[in-house]
């Protein structure tokens, strides 16, 4: 079974960036759609950004215009790079595929923490 491996995250001051990185155990990323997810504080996981097998791109409304999702087949790697971080982006991101019946298994995530 795949394995996500999500790293990169770490504590950020308002207004910086980070490039969140989720290598998998296989040729996977090549095939499926890539998503990354996140889960703040007390909250539900939620939707964050998806890169389709033709290059195609959706966002959540919250991170548009300010995150990009992107990976790179011959590395198995899938990239998120965050700008303008606000405290509210604060969460540990995850990264995933779309498989016909639903997701594949969780990682263990890579924590994002945005303050001064």
């Known amino acids: 079974q795949v394995q996500f491996v999500e790293s990169g995250g770490g504590l950020v001051q308002p207004g910086g960036s980070l490039r969140l990185s989720c290598a998998a155990s296989?040729?996977?990323?090549?095939?499926?759609?890539v998503l990354w997810y996140r889960r703040a504080p007390g909250k539900q996981r939620e939707f964050v950004a998806r890169l389709t097998n033709d290059g195609s791109t959706n966002y959540a409304d919250s991170v548009k215009g300010r995150f990009t999702i992107s990976k790179n087949n011959a590395k198995n790697t899938v990239y998120l790079q965050m700008t303008n971080l606000k405290p509210e982006d604060t969460a540990v991101y995850y990264c995933n595929v779309k498989y016909s019946y639903g997701l594949g298994p969780w990682g263990q995530g890579t924590q994002v923490t945005v303050s001064s």
């Open positions: 296989g040729s996977i990323f090549r095939d499926y759609n």
